[in-house]
């Protein structure tokens, strides 16, 4: 009877262990759930409206070459499944939002409206060996905002990749919530010879453009 009650004793102990497992288990995986719901997705969509062009100067007047191709890759990490422009601005303050932002323009989507200049632009850029322009996010500062009508700055770091070299850079952007879109504005200027980049030349050289170059992107993300 001892040895009965001893085994039973043991079977009781077991099942009762068993079912606290389970219920641990249950409830981790229950909050493994929660999380996921929690820390869900936002899609931003970038507009057609999207702007993003290059100026610059030569002996002989200024140009301007303008991307007809953005490729944008962006996640954001947001609390609810949905949400209006001006509630993922104020997630994207609080920093930690972004995931990953690429923006990408492929070279020869760079135009100017004059052939001969597109083409020493794409020999200058070794569009044959570097076919696109792409800058990765590292992070972001918020400098102000919001005000008044929900104007946020930030300065953004991240990697600048131009004709095959990449070199850390931060510079000044500008975000306003617009009806069902988020609106954000920049510029940055750079050197050519920074990137390994030799300013083209034309008509035997008497033509020279100026190694000073302004990146502006005006870009339209719909929520």
């Not at 083409?119 to 060996?129: C, P, Q, T």
């Amino acid at each position: 009877m001892i040895q009965m009650f001893a085994v039973s004793a043991r079977t009781a102990g077991q099942r009762v262990l068993a079912r606290a497992m389970v219920l641990v288990l249950v409830f981790l995986v229950s909050g493994i759930m929660v999380s996921a719901v929690q820390a869900s997705s936002v899609s931003l969509e970038l507009k057609p409206s999207s702007q993003l062009w290059l100026e610059g100067k030569s002996t002989l007047h200024p140009f301007s070459s303008k991307a007809t191709q953005i490729n944008l890759t962006l996640d954001v990490v947001y609390k609810e499944a949905s949400a209006s422009a001006q509630q993922v601005l104020q997630t994207l303050s609080a920093g930690g939002a972004v995931n990953r932002l690429i923006v990408g323009v492929p070279v020869k989507g760079l135009k100017s409206g004059k052939g001969a200049l597109d083409d020493n632009l794409y020999s200058a850029l070794k569009v044959g060996e570097n076919p696109r322009i792409q800058f990765t996010l590292k992070g972001y500062k918020v400098l102000g905002g919001p005000s008044a009508d929900g104007v946020y700055s930030a300065r953004v770091a991240g990697v600048l990749t131009i004709a095959g070299k990449s070199r850390t850079v931060d510079f000044d952007v500008t975000a306003k919530p617009e009806k069902d879109a988020i609106n954000i504005w920049g510029t940055e200027h750079l050197k050519m010879t920074q990137y390994g980049i030799t300013p083209p030349t034309a008509m035997m050289g008497m033509i020279r453009t100026e190694e000073a170059v302004t990146v502006n992107l005006d870009m339209t993300l719909g929520v």
